[in-house]
Antibody
Framework: QVQLQESGPGLVKPSQTLSLTCTVS??????????WSWIRQPAGKGLEWIGR???????KYNPSLQSRVSISVDTSRNRFSLRLTSVTAADTAVYYC???????????????WGQGTLVTVSS | EIVLTQSPGTLSLSPGERATLSCRAS???????LAWYQQKPGQAPRLLIY???RRATGIPDRFSGSGSGTDFTLTISRLEPEDFAVYYC?????FGQGTKVEIK
């Protein structure tokens, strides 16, 4: 059974870079043709898709974040990572990683999800 | 850009009652891309339904999904205490704003 776990700093200063890693266990990222996504949720608000990566390294990002986001993958360690630059208080949220069943163009569904990690942007 | 509108915002019901949640898309897309999630406080969302009507692994059969075109419905036939939560629909990379199912 595939499980995902986010890790990274819980506090980031404004204008700095947020970096998170998602480690996948219970199965290889390279099997099943899945993509791998990051999704965030500000406190008390809804879900916002950030971006995704395939094990080939192919990526797609939310246009609203595209200029600041990058996602990379390390298949040898079965993990993928998120970098979000020039953060502000508006980037404070719980960040989730999730397996992404994808047609190659769009996400069909996300599951399972990691437990989430709260990242606070504050000086 | 897809906009998903969920209604109602909050649904107040008692255990054992039927819950009907709506998700309306701004444009017609394939129902293959409509999914529903359940989120409890402090937890990650859990996939319930995909392809508009297919239950994910391990999801009880009191949960069912239906719809096509721009209108989709999640039905919980008889609410159990553990079903009180927030429910989100998703199409492509867009999520609805959620419906909270609370105990009346």
């Amino acid at each position: 059974q595939v499980q995902l776990q986010e890790s990274g700093p819980g506090l980031v200063k404004p204008s700095q870079t947020l970096s998170l890693t998602c480690t996948v266990s219970g199965g290889s990222m390279s099997s099943g043709g899945y993509y791998w996504s990051w999704i965030r949720q500000p406190a008390g608000k809804g879900l916002e898709w950030i971006g995704r990566i395939y094990t080939s390294g192919s990526t797609k990002y939310n246009p609203s974040l595209q200029s600041r986001v990058s996602i990379s993958v390390d298949t040898s360690r079965n993990r993928f990572s998120l970098r979000l630059t020039s953060v502000t208080a508006a980037d404070t949220a719980v960040y989730y990683c999730a397996r992404d069943r994808n047609s190659g163009w769009h996400s069909e569904w996300f599951g399972p999800w990691g437990q989430g990690t709260l990242v606070t942007v504050s000086s | 850009e897809i906009v998903l509108t969920q209604s109602p915002g909050t649904l107040s019901l008692s255990p054992g009652e039927r819950a009907t949640l709506s998700c309306r898309a701004s444009q017609i897309y394939s129902s293959n891309y409509l999914a529903w999630y359940q989120q409890k406080p402090g937890q990650a969302p859990r996939l319930l339904i995909y392809g508009a009507s297919r239950r994910a692994t391990g999801i009880p059969d009191r949960f069912s999904g239906s719809g096509s075109g721009t209108d989709f419905t999640l039905t919980i036939s008889r609410l159990e205490p553990e079903d009180f939560a927030v429910y989100y629909c998703q199409q492509y990379e867009t999520f609805g704003q959620g419906t909270k199912v609370e105990i009346k």
